[in-house]
């Protein structure tokens, strides 16, 4: 009041305009369809994997986190590298025409495949040394390696999203960042983990709805037994072979093992959509839609080459046993020994030369398990 120079009555008065005005519009789902029929480029970004555009209505939605969850290996950066350059295409040719934000929590990000990937998809786009420059200048890259420097940058994305005119925000990976500074066995942990996750989580729907841009965010993986304990499997080497198994607990009591996405069942529903890549066979993976508001749970084939991810329409898909369609639980297929397609239950990873019964490596996991409530 000293500062206005108002009465009491007079800036409570004015206190209600303002958040009148600052208060989200409430909108008709007619307007909001009509929106997104005028402008479509507003409503999905392409993937120009065209099956999977076409599942999903248009691409990766506009104003909502993707998810994209996967063993070691299958492609996780590799998507994001290739949306990438695809939000950077103008919207003649099914991009936003616009900047991107890039935070890499792994240093996995690469420019040399940025470029291998630009020249390869879009040959007759890119073709001269000028417009790759162009492109890469478009895509921000942020090297962030703890959980407070990444909540730090979602909390000032704000900005440099209108001034570099941003219209995609990856953040590659949420879970590696959170897994390495979090051991929720250590009373308090848990709750951190799960206040941070749904800060950022907010944080980032907002500014998916606000701009009305799509958010890809890449997941990690976990083995989780029956008894709801977990051992972290992403953190095996890429460079070992990793399965599906049930094994035998010390007591000999028979438990489930099976590997889901990491960070729980609370973080899955904050994604409003989760693809999830796995191996398949020598050269082919598995994209699985497995959480969709507008898609039902579908599987596409696909490989990897020069221009990033590629589909197999033609893969047979006859013999697919679908294992229930619950984002939170759906299980992942990782890589066998030796490479090829097994249908049945496999084993955990064994890099001894034991048998697949062998229950050394479920007995030595359990010894380091983090007692993770929701995964």
């Keep these: 009041m000293k500062v206005t120079g108002q009465s009491y009555y007079d800036v409570q008065k004015l206190l209600c305009k303002v958040s009148r005005a600052c208060a989200p519009k409430m909108q008709t789902a007619y307007e909001i369809k009509l929106k997104k029929s005028v402008n479509p480029s507003s409503a999905f970004?392409?993937?120009?994997?065209?099956?999977?555009?076409?599942?999903?209505?248009?691409?990766?939605?506009?104003?909502?986190?993707?998810?994209?969850?996967?063993?070691?290996?299958?492609?996780?950066?590799?998507?994001?590298?290739?949306?990438?350059?695809?939000a950077t295409l103008p919207v003649s040719m099914g991009g936003l025409d616009g900047a991107v934000i890039y935070i890499d929590t792994e240093s996995a990000f690469s420019a040399e495949r940025l470029i291998e990937i630009a020249g390869n998809r879009f040959p007759t786009y890119f073709d001269s040394d000028e417009k790759l420059f162009c492109m890469t200048r478009s895509i921000h890259l942020y090297r962030e390696l703890t959980c407070d420097s990444v909540l730090k940058?979602?909390?000032?994305?704000?900005?440099?999203?209108?001034?570099?005119?941003?219209?995609?925000?990856?953040?590659?990976?949420?879970?590696?960042?959170?897994?390495?500074?979090?051991?929720?066995?250590?009373?308090?942990?848990?709750?951190?983990?799960?206040?941070?996750?749904?800060?950022g989580a907010s944080?980032?729907?907002?500014?998916?709805?606000?701009?009305?841009?799509?958010?890809?965010?890449?997941?990690?993986?976990?083995?989780?037994?029956?008894?709801?304990?977990?051992?972290?499997?992403?953190?095996?080497?890429?460079?070992?072979?990793?399965?599906?198994?049930?094994?035998?607990?010390?007591?000999?009591?028979?438990?489930?093992v099976c590997v889901t996405a990491a960070l729980g069942n609370t973080w899955s529903h904050s994604v409003n959509t989760r693809l999830i890549l796995q191996y398949h066979d020598l050269p082919t993976?598995?994209?699985?839609?497995?959480?969709?508001?507008?898609?039902?749970?579908?599987?596409?084939?696909?490989?990897?080459?020069?221009?990033?991810?590629?589909?197999q329409d033609g893969k047979d898909q006859t013999?697919?046993?679908?294992?229930?369609?619950?984002?939170?639980?759906?299980?992942?297929?990782?890589?066998?020994?030796p490479w090829k397609d097994t249908s049945g239950d496999a084993v955990l990873p064994s890099t001894t030369g034991e048998t697949p019964s062998s229950t050394s490596h479920l007995q030595k996991g359990k010894q380091n398990l983090h007692q993770e409530m929701n995964e």
Aim: aromatic letters at 4%; charged letters at 20%.
């Design 45 to 86: 970004l392409p993937t120009t994997l065209h099956s999977l555009d076409k599942v999903l209505h248009g691409g990766v939605p506009c104003g909502s986190l993707t998810e994209i969850t996967s063993p070691p290996g299958c492609g996780k950066t590799q998507f994001c590298i290739m949306v990438s350059v695809l």
């Design 153 to 199: 940058r979602i909390m000032s994305l704000e900005e440099e999203i209108i001034s570099k005119k941003v219209k995609l925000v990856i953040i590659d990976s949420v879970a590696s960042v959170v897994r390495k500074e979090f051991d929720t066995q250590l009373q308090g942990n848990l709750a951190e983990r799960s206040n941070f996750l749904a800060r």
């Design 203 to 256: 944080v980032l729907k907002y500014l998916a709805e606000e701009f009305s841009i799509p958010v890809i965010l890449t997941n990690q993986i976990t083995t989780s037994l029956s008894n709801g304990l977990s051992i972290q499997a992403d953190l095996v080497s890429p460079a070992d072979d990793l399965s599906l198994s049930e094994g035998a607990s010390g007591s000999g009591r028979k438990e489930s």
């Design 285 to 311: 993976r598995q994209l699985l839609v497995a959480k969709s508001p507008v898609a039902p749970f579908s599987i596409f084939f696909y490989t990897i080459d020069k221009s990033g991810l590629v589909l």
């Design 319 to 337: 013999n697919l046993t679908l294992e229930g369609t619950n984002p939170a639980l759906q299980t992942i297929r990782v890589r066998n020994t």
